[in-house]
């Protein structure tokens, strides 16, 4: 699982460790996923192994990938939950950053998804869960290259479930609203009234996806405002939804 030291990953792995799964944990900050395994093994009393990794540097997803073949590791549940936002406008974002994230959102969840797939499809069954966002369904001024990257989120999750279904393999795409995570302060943003009044606990996020994932579901969207904001989209005009967005973000 990546993105496991913090928001949303901290729920996943409690939950997948309640059930009964040994935990590969994936972050860049190895110190909150040690106090975070240690917490699960006492609590559920499975195996859990942290695995620190930047995995915005080109070809990092591959080279945890063969660290894990040397352990003989066999990844049965993928969860691609490692991501951030970048937030203002894009000109006056450092360009740096924002194609740093694109290889995080993108580029390393794509290579994930490949490496641990084709191992997947071979043994003819697996899970994968990929972490998108609300702010696929439109295009969204001041997040303009985020919402970019799960849009493309979004598409790859939904066509790699129709494809690799004959494989055995399932495939999720979960689309949180604004969840009370560090997401906020990471991006540099601060949440519009508006905005607050949408806001999700992880819980129930990452239960709704997780349900989701079981049940075989191609994708959803947590929370039920949030599912009619998704689908009140098919029905707005697309300079509506900027126009939309804009007012709820914030400049």
């Not at 969207?221 to 697309?238: C, E, I, Q, Y």
């Amino acid at each position: 699982m990546t993105g496991a030291s913090s928001g949303l990953g901290v729920d996943f792995a409690d939950l997948l460790a309640a059930q009964g799964y040994d935990l590969v944990l994936v972050a860049r900050r190895q110190e909150p996923m040690e106090a975070l395994a240690e917490q699960l093994r006492f609590k559920h009393g499975v195996d859990i192994v942290v695995e620190p990794a930047d995995l915005a540097v080109p070809g990092a997803a591959a080279a945890l990938k063969e660290r894990l073949d040397a352990r003989l590791f066999q990844i049965d549940v993928l969860v691609s939950n490692a991501g951030y936002g970048v937030h203002g406008d894009f000109l006056d974002t450092p360009i740096a950053r924002t194609v740093d994230m694109i290889q995080l959102n993108v580029s390393a969840l794509t290579e994930l998804s490949y490496v641990f797939g084709r191992d997947m499809a071979v043994r003819g069954h697996g899970h994968i869960l990929l972490v998108a966002s609300l702010l696929a369904f439109q295009p969204v001024p001041t997040y303009a290259a985020y919402a970019a990257t799960k849009a493309y989120v979004l598409s790859l999750g939904e066509a790699l479930h129709d494809e690799l279904r004959s494989c055995g393999i399932t495939v999720t795409t979960l689309c949180p609203g604004h969840t009370e995570t560090g997401f906020d302060a990471a991006a540099g943003a601060t949440a519009s009234a508006a905005l607050r009044m949408l806001t999700m606990q992880p819980r129930p996020v990452v239960q709704s996806g997780l349900h989701a994932l079981w049940k075989g579901r191609a994708s959803v969207t947590a929370g039920v405002m949030n599912k009619v904001v998704a689908f009140s989209n098919r029905l707005m005009p697309r300079f509506m939804q900027r126009a939309a967005m804009r007012r709820v973000l914030g400049p």
